[in-house]
């Protein structure tokens, strides 16, 4: 089975909690309409950093009112409740994105790169499904072989190696 490929922009702080392992979920309002356990997510780290800073496997995706969501992420959020209720105000749904497996990029591939290559890359304001041909972009430009990370491919992290 192959697994889809979703390019979101994560504030760069909390892309930094991620990938420190300091944050274990990811929230946003819209739901993703198609993500599924071991799908992927390659994450944009937004200004100043601006750049695909490395990619997460999607362990579940949840969706229930924010005070329910709280009590079941409080310790994996990264982030206070204050600032939690805050992005949720005024919303009668969240959606939290459950990952497993960050892997970062050994160097970020900063915006201008990214546009050298991909000439009609833009950072997503919500998402953006990967198409084929774009996967092969990220492959070429990153030098790994991202799919490789999703365990609908069954491989293991650890076996992840830059392609020669």
């Not at 392992?21 to 993500?35: C, H, I, N, T």
């Not at 780290?45 to 079941?72: C, R, Y």
């Not at 084929?132 to 070429?140: A, D, G």
């Not at 030098?143 to 293991?156: A, G, P, Q, R, T």
Request: aromatic share 12%.
């Amino acid at each position: 089975m192959y697994p889809t490929v979703l390019l979101i922009s994560i504030h760069h702080k909390y892309a930094s909690m991620i990938f420190e392992g300091e944050k274990q979920v990811e929230f946003r309002r819209v739901k993703p309409r198609q993500l599924n356990e071991g799908d992927l997510i390659l994450v944009y780290a937004t200004s100043p950093e601006q750049a695909l800073v490395g990619v997460l496997e999607v362990d579940k995706v949840v969706e229930m009112p924010p005070h329910q969501l709280w009590k079941k992420v409080k310790d994996k959020a990264g982030i206070s409740y204050e600032i939690f209720n805050n992005y949720y105000k005024n919303s009668h749904t969240a959606f939290a994105i459950f990952f497993k497996k960050p892997f970062s990029f050994d160097s970020p591939i900063k915006l201008e790169r990214l546009r050298e290559e991909w000439s009609d890359f833009r950072p997503p304001q919500c998402y953006h499904y990967l198409k084929e041909r774009e996967i092969n972009l990220i492959k070429s430009i990153t030098n790994y072989d991202i799919l490789s990370l999703s365990e609908k491919f069954n491989v293991d992290q650890t076996e992840l190696l830059p392609k020669l």
